[in-house]
């Protein structure tokens, strides 16, 4: 398969067009000829096109006829990306400075939540340390995590730890207080039973 991404003759054909010829009549063979080439160049760049175009954006390019009605007509759709993505990012950034964790939400649900603003950030230009994600997730967690976030700063170092590290610590300590809640339920059950 030809690479036409890296050839200097199909970009310029993206870019200006085809070179068509007014008066077919008038025209030299060799003029006749370059626009052919150019047309069955261009339908091989359509066919690049339509296979790396997603389906939903398909629909915007679909009437058009050339590669460069196709390339001006993205160039046009998303242009203006770059302020998009820097009000997606805006936005991010604020749901991660108020990121808290949710009564009754689990560990596992709570570093989803968490890791998705974190890539929904990097796609938007903004990569984040893995450091600042651990910290402002130990700083957030419920109250009832406090001693173990406490524990967690004290006995570890933060700035190296990483987000793996932090979830199976984390994920330990919920199974113990599942298990230790479960266990009580048990008892007072019993002893309700007995009196």
């Known amino acids: ?4 991404l890296h050839s200097k003759e199909y970009w310029q054909l993206v870019e200006r067009g085809i070179s068509v010829v007014e008066n077919k ?8 000829k370059l626009m052919e080439e150019q047309q069955l160049k261009d339908l091989k760049i359509k066919n690049y096109f339509y296979q790396a175009i997603d389906r939903e954006i398909l629909d915007i390019i679909l009437n058009d006829d ?3 009605q196709i390339w001006d007509s993205m160039k046009q759709n998303f242009q203006g990306s770059t302020r998009v993505k820097r009000a997606q990012l805006q936005a991010l950034r604020r749901d991660f400075e108020m990121l808290q964790m949710k009564d009754g939400e689990t ?8 890791l998705k603003i974190a890539k929904n ?7 984040m340390l893995e450091n600042v994600i651990t ?3 130990v700083q957030s967690m419920i109250p009832k995590f406090n001693y173990v976030a406490c ?10 730890m ?9 994920l330990v300590h919920e199974q113990r207080m599942t298990y230790q809640g479960e266990e009580e339920q048990v008892l007072q059950i019993t002893n309700e039973d007995k009196g």
């Open 151 to 160: 524990s967690i700063k004290e006995s570890n170092n933060l700035d190296s």
């Open 121 to 127: 950030m990097k796609v938007c230009g903004e990569s």
């Open 107 to 114: 560990i596992n649900s709570y570093f989803a939540r968490t």
């Open 162 to 170: 990483t987000i793996d590290e932090l979830q199976s610590n984390l």
């Open 135 to 137: 910290s402002k997730i």
């Open 66 to 68: 050339t590669s460069k």
């Open 1 to 4: 398969m030809e690479n036409f």
């Open 25 to 32: 009549a008038i025209a030299l063979e060799a003029e006749l």
